[in-house]
């Protein structure tokens, strides 16, 4: 059997001078608004994964009121997740990501964030997708106001 789940995650740019992105650190005029590192790239990964396994999404399991969860690294999160994922007897068959940003540019990046995330998931680098689009100027990401990232993934019987 096969299980199917979409994830999406937005944070609010800040002060800084980088995002995390797919575990990654993105140099940035920037930095993001969150609870933990506010890594869009993991948290719609994460709730793809719940989604997928109909275990609710990651608020519930890292709840933003836990004090724990304050500046977390997000790999923790993904990690939480394919623990989970596996325990119910699946592994990856694939993710694909969509950050939607003006900036900072993704594609420079994209590799290493790939290669993170498929370290954390336990699984090939060809399983994992992780692309970029701006919105043309256009709504929150077009103003540079914050960033976005959505995520589907496949999970098989491991
Ligand atoms: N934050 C981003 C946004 C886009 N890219 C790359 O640029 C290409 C063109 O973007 P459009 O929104 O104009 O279609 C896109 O396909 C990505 O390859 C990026 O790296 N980072
Ligand atoms: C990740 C958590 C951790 O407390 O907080 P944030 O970093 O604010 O990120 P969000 O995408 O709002 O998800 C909720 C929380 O689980």
Redesign the pocket.
């Known amino acids: 059997m096969m299980r199917i789940g979409q994830g999406f995650d937005v944070h609010i740019f800040g002060d800084g001078d980088h995002v995390m992105l797919g575990g990654v650190r993105v140099p940035h005029t920037r930095g993001v608004v969150a609870h933990s590192d506010g890594d869009v790239v993991i948290h719609a990964l994460c709730d793809a994964i719940f989604g997928a396994l109909a275990l609710g999404d990651i608020g519930r399991h890292f709840p933003p009121s836990q004090e724990q969860w304050r500046n977390a690294n997000s790999r923790i999160f993904l990690r939480h997740a394919a623990k989970l994922m596996r325990e119910q007897g699946y592994a990856l068959g694939n993710a694909d990501v969509t ?1 939607i ?7 420079p990046h994209s590799l290493a964030m790939r290669e993170a995330v498929a370290e954390e998931l336990g699984c090939e680098l060809d399983r994992i997708s992780i ?4 919105t ?1 100027k256009l709504g929150f990401t077009g103003r540079g106001e914050g960033i976005a990232a959505q995520a589907c993934v496949l999970l098989v019987m491991a």
């Not at 940003?101 to 594609?107: L, M, R, S």
């Not at 692309?131 to 701006?134: D, F, L, S």
């Open positions: 950050v940003c003006e900036a900072p540019k993704v594609g692309k970029a689009t701006t043309e």
